[in-house]
């Protein structure tokens, strides 16, 4: 076993001998990942501890803000004041909690604001009550999370399996802040192989931005693909937004405890607060809330709406889901030399809405600019909270030469294994092999049973107002002249490749004789309805066959009751 599964295991243990009984399995990680945090900082501070308390105590009296000078001193991101530390606290007993509510102040402002969002504070009492804070922090403080013991790279890895591990066992909420290693590890190969040539070049950077980053694991996650199968040396810089205070916590604190820079992880809506305003960037992936309302935030959006520079002025979808509005915020922040998006979505965002209505719209602004790639189809039963059918949206602002114009479909609902153990909803997983797979048929660009591309406009319609007459026979005899009523107005799609008054000539007229168009009433729509263009026709089965099946069920059936009489 590796040194960083040998520390995930120790602290995965220390939650169950400490907090079995106590909290519910699901609260475990609420605890246990800022207690991993504190001590991994712990150790990182131990060589400057006593050197920093010094200087705390020489500059407080002299400055308002001695922190400039004491990082510049001890040449880190951060500090803490206080004389305590884990192992110092467990020196006393009896003051536990007062000291560990020192300990706590103690940080530096950028340490303190992740503290603050883990909402530790709610815990706290529970766990002293319960004389449980001190062993929790004797458990701690026993274990060397030293930047000599295990590196940031590992220590990603510790964090990470933790994150996984919680998130299992908490399978009523962990679709909301945590996706499936599989899953992700799918998007960041789709959306960075499409410029593989360009990131192996030397002396690349890049920047990698997640609007709703949750844990983080897709920025993570999305560097780590990159350095493997692209190039190892590449200089990537991560940003992301958060909603969730807790979550909004783990992120930084990973970003912190890694050596990424921690104040790229920005706190908020980024619909109606966006924290990376006239920020651009040249990958973005995100796995945006499904089914969410941006009631709360609908007033501010419709502001934006109007304007002409606003991030939604394509359209703005039904108030119920906001999908659609996640994916117009990170098309406004497309670096203009070339960007590429991967985005998580049920089907809503594919049909959902007629023509003229919002989500038509975005379609229509998306496909029109030829901003849209590649969809892909993933399995159901992929993510611990729910068994739906996901979707892989690939976007971007520069199609290479041989995908102008045109969408590619990928049908990849087969490519999966069973789990041995479901957890939660996800029974299904994606394996490397299948990765691989779809990769080859995203790459080789080619249609088969999986593949289908078309051109642009093969998604677009016309829907035309055909007007149904009713003419009064009496009038016509009485006064010569025809008087001729609107009875009802019905309405047709006429794909773009058709012409629409030869469309009417063929397939209205001959059914319709009284009735004509309305041009006025014209409307352009989009939609892209996955499943009608990978339809299989299956033969019915034949009715000897049927008869057959149904013979040996009424011999099962009289079995059954012929052993029951007896």
């Known amino acids: 076993m590796s040194n960083y599964q040998n520390i995930s295991s120790f602290i995965w243990n220390v939650a169950d001998d400490v907090l079995r009984g106590l909290f519910k399995p699901h609260e475990y990680g609420q605890i246990i990942l800022p207690f991993t945090v504190l001590r991994r900082l712990d150790t990182i501070l131990e060589p400057s501890k006593d050197e920093v308390i010094k200087l705390y105590k020489k500059w407080k009296s002299k400055t308002d803000k001695p922190t400039p000078i004491i990082l510049n001193k001890i040449k880190l991101k951060f500090y803490n004041h206080s004389k305590y530390d884990l192992k110092r606290l467990t020196q006393d007993h009896q003051n536990i909690k007062k000291n560990f509510q020192n300990y706590l102040g103690g940080f530096s402002d950028n340490i303190y604001d992740i503290i603050e969002y883990f909402q530790i504070d709610k815990h706290i009492n529970k766990l002293h009550k319960n004389d449980r804070l001190f062993l929790l922090i004797e458990k701690f403080s026993s274990t060397d999370l030293s930047p000599s013991k295990i590196s940031n790279y590992e220590m990603g890895l510790v964090f990470e399996e933790l994150l996984r591990r919680f998130s299992e066992m908490s399978n009523e909420t962990s679709g909301e802040h945590y996706t499936p290693r599989d899953v992700v590890k799918m998007l960041v190969a789709l959306v960075f192989s499409g410029d593989k040539e360009i990131l192996k070049k030397k002396g690349q950077v890049t920047s990698i931005f997640d609007c709703c980053c949750g844990t983080g694991g897709m920025l993570t996650l999305g560097k780590e693909w990159l350095q493997k199968n692209i190039n190892k040396n590449i200089k990537t810089f991560l940003f992301g937004q958060e909603l969730n205070p807790e979550t909004y916590a783990v992120c930084k604190s990973e970003m912190l405890i890694t050596n990424e820079d921690p104040e790229n992880i920005r706190y908020g809506d980024c619909l109606d607060n966006d924290k990376f305003n006239n920020q651009k960037f040249q990958y973005m992936i995100t796995n945006p809330p499904y089914g969410e309302s941006w009631k709360s935030a609908q007033k501010f959006i419709l502001n934006e709406f109007e304007q002409t520079s606003g991030r939604f002025f394509a359209g703005l979808p039904r108030v119920s889901d906001g999908q659609l509005l996640f994916l ?152 010569n002249n025809k008087k001729i009523k609107p009875k009802k107005i019905e309405y047709e799609r006429v794909p773009l490749s058709e012409n629409i008054d030869h469309y009417f000539q063929k397939e209205i007229l001959p059914n319709s004789k009284n009735s004509k168009l309305n041009r006025k009433k014209d409307k352009i729509g989009y939609e892209i309805n996955f499943r009608k263009y990978f339809y299989r026709y299956k033969p019915l089965r034949k009715v000897e066959e049927i008869q057959k099946e149904l013979n040996i069920l009424d011999k099962e059936i009289e079995d059954i009751k012929a052993k029951s009489s007896e």
């Open 328 to 479: 117009q915020h990170l098309i406004s922040k497309l670096d203009p030399s070339g960007g590429r998006i991967g985005i998580v979505f049920n089907s809503s965002p594919s049909y959902v809405g007629d023509a003229g209505g919002g989500e038509s719209e975005i379609r229509k602004y998306l496909i029109e600019n030829d901003f849209l790639e590649t969809i892909v189809t993933l399995p159901d039963k992929l993510f611990f909270n729910t068994g739906i059918t996901t979707f892989l949206w690939i976007i971007t602002n520069n199609k290479k030469e041989k995908r102008k114009g045109h969408i590619q479909l990928l049908n990849c609902e087969s490519f999966f294994k069973i789990l041995r153990t479901k957890l939660g909803e996800k029974r299904k997983q994606i394996t490397e092999t299948h990765i691989n797979e779809i990769l080859s048929l995203y790459t080789s660009y080619s249609e088969n049973e999986y593949c289908k591309i078309y051109p642009n406009e093969f998604f677009g319609y016309t829907k035309i107002a055909v007007e149904k007459l009713n003419i009064d026979d009496q009038n016509i005899k009485k006064n």
